[in-house]
């Protein structure tokens, strides 16, 4: 199937998010759509999906125009679409979800699950979607989640299909199965449009890369193109992708965990054991496969979750009982691995955002009376400094791109004075222009002598940041080594492949 888009124009008042976007995918190609967070890639597939009508412009089908009035007529004309936040039902099975809005019956009233469940063995063996159509959906991985929207997608038989940030919250490992599974999909004809901001993907991935920005396709180019150009292309201006820092400059033990352990709500012990120390002025990454308790030792950092065992000091103090409240005031700043979850509140303006652990200061309240004229005066000066690219200071967080709202939270936790910074997964979700923005005020904040703590299952931003890594495996640390150790090494520790743990010093 030949699907084209031809002045494609979208407006929302006065705002225009698409303007006069020509696009060709042609049968059985990845065609790769990259930009940065807000370029309005998300609302062009939303109207080649149904989901919002174009201002201007015509879709054509095998060169027959066509009209979507919802996404029950793009599904018929052979589109399908795996959106960034899946559709799923949770409590269902995979067979259910995939037939969910045209049930298979046996007679009035009777479902016919054994149909559903055959019809998504029969796309899993075929496309290599290995997925237990009888499981529960929410006690799936997200990657396998993830292959029953494909499967939705398919039983439709979509011969299009829109993969809309797919790998945003995938591990490194997922990523590489949906990489083949894409290329099983092409090889059988279906064609992709994938889109995304990450410059490796695409490059690995794709036939054809689109380049779009503020609105506009500004460029088509080959996956050889340097990754320097494209980005270049994505962001309007030159982008460094190497960190520039200097040797670090470090000092005292400022964060110092023993023999840590954490026990989650099913009696699985989740951190086992670990000991580490964060010192002034370095950063220290904690490189893992998402899922080997990083998120769980995170939390016990912060007073999100009691420790079992083990004592968490800062600066000498034990701070092993304090709640998030105490964490925060101690000096900690934390920016968390899902902002909408932890980072925000979403209905509320960027202006209360950008003091939401801060509001009980001085600077900003009399006793119970807050000062607006000063919450207002930090918003305007964080918004210039972070470059917060919004309409305006009383914009709610949620109808930010991701980029921005995640410079929303970067923003408040580096207004303070702080001891130490906790940054789980940093730029998770935010494109190449952010990404640099947010890596050289990590890399500032350890030149000015904190503590930084940085997790991320991106290995390239491990090695970029840090000047320490601590590699965890099954909740444990395998192994402590500088960031000259080869990739090759690193995963082998990722993998909890290692003869002894490897412990170094820098």
Known sequence: MRLEIQGLTKRFGSFTANDSIDLTIEPGEIHCLLGENGAGKSTLMNMLYGLLDPSEGRILVDGEPVTFSSPSDAITAGIGMVHQHFMLVPVFTVAENVMLGREHTRGPGLLNRAKAAQTVRELSSRYGLAVDPDRLVEDLPVGVQQRVEIIKALSHDAKVLILDEPTAVLTPQEIDELMEIMRSLK??????????????????????????????????????????????????????????????????????????????????????????????????????????????LIKALLGLVRPDAGVVRLAGEDISRYGPKESLDAGIGYIPEDRSHDGYVGTFSVRENLILDLYRSPEFSRGPALRLDAISQNADARIEEFDIRTESRETPVSSLSGGNQQKVVVAREFSRPLKVLVASQPTRGVDVGSIEFIHKRIIAERDRGTAVVIVSTELDEIYALSDRIAVMYDGRIVGTVTPDIPREKIGLLMAGVADEPTEVSA
């Open 187 to 296: 090889a059988q004809g279906t064609s992709i449009i994938f889109i995304t901001h990450k410059l490796r993907e695409v490059k690995a991935v794709g036939d054809r890369i689109s380049v779009i920005r503020r609105g506009r396709v500004v460029g088509t180019a080959d996956p050889s193109a340097p990754e320097a150009e494209l980005a270049e292309m994505m962001v309007g201006r030159e982008v460094k992708l190497v960190v520039d820092k200097d040797a670090p400059q470090t000092g005292a033990d400022v964060l110092s965990v023993e023999n840590l352990t954490v026990v989650d709500p099913r009696g699985h012990q989740v951190v086992k054991d670990v000991s580490l120390t964060a010192r002034a002025g370095e950063v220290l990454g904690i490189a893992g496969v998402q899922g080997n308790g990083q998120t769980e």
